[in-house]
């Protein structure tokens, strides 16, 4: 009796009970993207971004003297050093590689007039895969020293405005202005180009 | 008596008959799964010991003297412990065993055709279990919270993020936020302690029950012997009592072989990576990641283009196409080396020069590209190594397959 009433109008128990299953199933998949949201916090301030400004001293970044301001005079051809902005360490985003050069070993497209007297800065984040680079100084001509990202070997020209010279690295280190004052160094501008990982 | 009392409830001897009267083949190379299912049975073992101890947090505190991370100094803490350094390193000795011996099973099976029809299935199983062996190894790798993890995870993250259209969606949702997000860590130790070892559990019970269910293959050399009763039943021991003795002594055999290792060679001292800080020192991942390691630095960094409005870079290249489709092949080859009908013996593999060439070949690629991890040691530049890996490759496949099919075609196999 009751079947005969359900197949004619249409709609059997059967149908009934699979369709709230395919719409429930289907409410259910949907939360499931805002559940999967709620996990993955937003890109607010995402990748890396300096906060360094014009006027902030370097301070060096590691070592016994990690806080006290670079001193210029302790530099000699073909060294570099890590340094932060003062009172900024904790962004990893504002790590500058500090390297002195001579004036005349600067060929384009580094920016001279964000040197001074040889010294030079770039972002010290590998464009790869943004592990922090490292100094190669060639002892026997120091102006011929290089940046290598030790991670996977992409190597720049810091001479000729921190070009990949080699290894997987998309794109060149960012520049960024340093001037000395007194025997410390200022920064004078911000960063030249996009700092860390491309992707 | 008290048999009986359980025999009464249980029906103990209807379940031996039904389940522990499984036949194993006697074979030793049947016995590297096995290592695979004791190295995790041993990781977990230690890691109940270290999830007592370790504490998943990147709070600041103070540690002899400086501030480090809380994860980084309860790690410290459990190397000063008596016993704790053996048992982190007995953990970590049990993960690289347990991916050795996976990949070693993976290839007895790979080169014995043991994938063919009707065991297709497991083979995909067996697969993910590689796969998700390798994802519990890395969600590993930042615990500690060394400068070590935190460059491994750095540079895991970037490559997550290059993944086309989703990669910066996932990478959020796999990293807390973006790198270095504060719940990173103790999103990775969810991951690492029960997602990824459920995950794991699941997958070995689908392994073992299409096993039990389909049997193992057999050696050839078990073909038309009378035990067998023409093919009929497989040669073997029963899984009780004699495999299981035979099993219970290999485990602690190779429990007290990874306590000897952790106890002589150090692995992982995260006291000389020390805690995060500036500058990235020369590291490699462990063994198992220096083909994907190795294949990124081989990547020209200009090779960069979008496709759909998806960004395709060298990272994307060497980080996620690049294991993704070597594992893509793996899984598409019991469809292309096909059988029409059920496979119960292995094949020899001199009689199927295609297939082994194929494997040795690419087994060649992938260790050539390990070596490309090493190219800075080595002072082999990038484009040259990519060369020698192309030749390597070809050369070891052409010769594999000229030389076994000429073997072939002389004995008439």
Known sequence: ?199 | MIYNWFEERLELKKFKAKFLAKTFPTHPSYLVGEIALFSFITLVLTGLFLGFLYEPSVKLVSLFGSMVPAAYASVVKIDLMPMGMIIRRMHHWSAMLMISSIILHLMRVYFTSAYQKPRELNWLVGLSLLGISLGAAFSGYLLPYSQFSVTATSIAYYMVKSIPWVGDWFSRLLFAGPFPAIGMVPRFFFLHVMLIPLGIVALLGAHMTILVKQKHTEPRTNIGRPEGGNGKRLIGIPIWPEQAVISLSFFLFLLFTIAAIATYIPINPIETYGAPAPGTPVMRPDWYFLWVYGFLKLIPGNLSFTIFGGKITPETIGGVIFPGLTFLILALIPFFDRAKEPQNYNKSPFARPFMTAFGLGGGTFILMTAVAGYIDVLHISPDRMLVYTGIATVAVWGIVYAVLSAVKKKSGL
């Not at chain 1, 990690?66 to 962004?91: E, F, Q, W």
């Open chain 1, 1 to 199: 009796m009751v079947e005969g009433n359900q197949t004619e109008k249409g709609i059997t128990r059967r149908k009934f009970t699979l369709g709230v299953m395919i719409a429930s199933m289907a409410g259910a998949f949907a939360s499931l993207f805002s559940l999967l949201k709620v996990l993955a916090p937003a890109s607010k301030g995402a990748g890396y971004v300096s906060t360094i400004k014009p006027g902030d001293r370097l301070v060096y970044a590691k070592g016994g003297n990690a806080g006290s301001p670079v001193k210029a005079s302790s530099m000699s051809l073909g060294d570099a050093v890590l340094v932060y902005p003062v009172g900024k360490t904790s962004n990893p985003a504002n790590l500058v590689q500090l390297i002195k050069l001579n004036e005349s070993d600067f060929k384009a497209p580094t920016k001279i007039n964000l040197t001074d007297q040889g010294f030079v800065a770039y972002s010290a984040i590998c464009t790869h895969l943004g592990c922090t680079v490292s100094w190669v100084k060639n002892t026997a001509n120091p102006s011929a020293s290089i940046t290598e990202c030790f991670c996977h070997n992409s190597m720049f020209d810091p001479a000729k405005g921190a070009e990949v010279i080699g290894g997987p690295a998309p794109i060149p280190i960012a520049q960024i202005g340093v001037k000395i004052n007194g025997d410390s160094l200022v920064f004078t501008s911000d960063f030249t180009g996009p700092i860390g990982p491309q992707v």
